[in-house]
């Protein structure tokens, strides 16, 4: 089976190399191979004779730009994906994504999820929790000083490579015309995810609980963790920072 990668950052260059190993004609299109999704410049070259074609791009920023991102980008790839015939279009997305309307990069990723619903082509929606990799950016975004101060939002880490995974494999199944959701082992006050990483690594910074501070002070309760039916993959974090 053809199938059309369109984003090879993290995720990407996993589905494609695990589709690749599965027998598939899998190939990965972004900016750096000369397809843009915002001009839509060399997609219908990328997605000719696709079966299916897999969204894990991503917006450049996280603020109100994000929204204009995809609704561009989701707009010009089903076009194209439409006018070649494909017949299943799959999209990763984020646990809890439309409900939590304070955040622009939320809000944006919604309006991605209902232009695929919305549009011509048979689709399937990823929809993961946050990434074990991410975790040190998180920290990183508010860090002052020696200090990191994180709010105790609950976050259900999963590795990028079980993403990628569970992507790949809905691939290669027929359109869900719905939304699976997919997410790590255990929960964590994210506070205490920056300790453990922390200590983990032999880091000199504190962590500071403020309910404030970053991004994930947006999120009210436990939205950002996987509900009832999700798939829990099996890698613990404490074990994924052992391996790294």
Request: aromatic letters at 6%; proline letters at 5%; glycine letters at 10%.
């Amino acid at each position: 089976m053809k199938i059309a990668v369109i984003g090879t950052g993290l995720i990407g260059g996993q589905v494609v190399r695990r589709l690749t190993e599965a027998g598939h004609e899998a190939t990965g299109h972004s900016r750096a191979t000369g397809v843009d999704l915002l001009t839509g410049a060399g997609l219908d070259d990328a997605v000719s004779g696709a079966t299916v074609v897999v969204d894990v791009t991503n917006s450049p920023t996280f603020d109100e730009a994000s929204v204009d991102f995809f609704r561009t980008s989701v707009t010009n790839l089903l076009a194209a994906a439409g006018k070649a015939g494909v017949r299943h279009v799959v999209v990763l997305s984020i646990v809890g994504v439309d409900r939590v309307p304070g955040v622009a990069y939320y809000r944006a990723k919604t309006l991605q999820e209902d232009l695929v619903k919305a549009g011509p082509v048979p689709y399937s929606i990823v929809r993961a929790t946050q990434f074990m990799e991410f975790v040190p950016t998180v920290l990183d975004l508010t860090t002052d000083g020696d200090v990191v101060r994180l709010p105790s939002t609950p976050i259900q880490p999963i590795s990028s490579a079980e993403v990628a995974a569970a992507v790949a494999e809905t691939a290669e199944g027929a359109p869900l015309r719905g939304t699976r959701e997919i997410a790590g082992p255990e929960i964590f006050p994210l506070d205490e995810l920056g300790r453990i990483t922390i200590e983990a690594t032999g880091d000199s910074r504190k962590v500071v609980t403020d309910d404030a501070a970053g991004l994930f002070s947006a999120v009210e309760g436990d939205v950002l963790t996987a509900s009832a039916g999700a798939w829990l993959a099996p890698t613990h974090y404490r074990d994924w920072l052992r391996s790294r």
